[in-house]
């Protein structure tokens, strides 16, 4: 079921709103300076399972993307690594909330490791 009224549906605890204003080419041009900072040579690897993540939220929720803070909690739970990555894609759409969870967890130890 997707939900596009804000109400909630199928395990999705609720509704997250998108944001839409740029095409997909356009953030992935935007994301490929971080995602050859994080991944190197497996950059554009990355950058297709962001791609990827934007597919299936769409066929889940059924909003053209994920809303930033998700990517951004995608971007942090992979730590760099392609695996992670593709984990915390996966997620971020069967349930952002955990994934939110996870992404600070991460935040709290690397604040941890500065102090």
Same mark, same amino acid.
């Given at each position: 079921?997707?939900?596009?009224?804000?109400?909630?549906?199928?395990?999705?605890?609720?509704?997250?709103? @998108?944001?839409?204003?740029? @095409?997909?080419?356009?953030?992935?041009?935007? =994301?490929?300076?971080?995602? @050859?900072? /994080?991944?190197?040579?497996?950059?554009?690897?990355?950058?297709?399972?962001?791609?990827?993540? /934007?597919?299936? %939220?769409?066929?889940?929720?059924?909003?053209?993307? *994920? *809303? *930033?803070?998700?990517?951004?909690?995608?971007?942090?739970?992979? /730590?760099?690594?392609? !695996?992670?990555?593709? @984990?915390?894609?996966?997620? !971020?759409?069967?349930? %952002?909330? =955990?994934?939110?969870?996870?992404?600070?967890?991460?935040?709290?130890?690397?604040?941890?490791?500065?102090?």
């Amino acid at each position: 079921m997707m939900v596009r009224d804000g109400a909630a549906g199928a395990g999705s605890g609720g509704r997250v709103p @998108s944001v839409i204003g740029i @095409s997909r080419r356009e953030r992935r041009d935007a =994301d490929r300076g971080r995602a @050859s900072l /994080e991944f190197g040579q497996d950059a554009a690897a990355a950058l297709d399972l962001l791609d990827l993540l /934007e597919l299936a %939220w769409h066929d889940t929720h059924g909003d053209a993307t *994920p *809303p *930033p803070d998700v990517v951004e909690d995608v971007w942090t739970a992979a /730590e760099g690594d392609l !695996a992670q990555l593709a @984990s915390a894609s996966r997620l !971020a759409v069967i349930d %952002w909330r =955990d994934l939110r969870v996870a992404a600070d967890e991460i935040r709290s130890r690397r604040r941890e490791e500065r102090a």
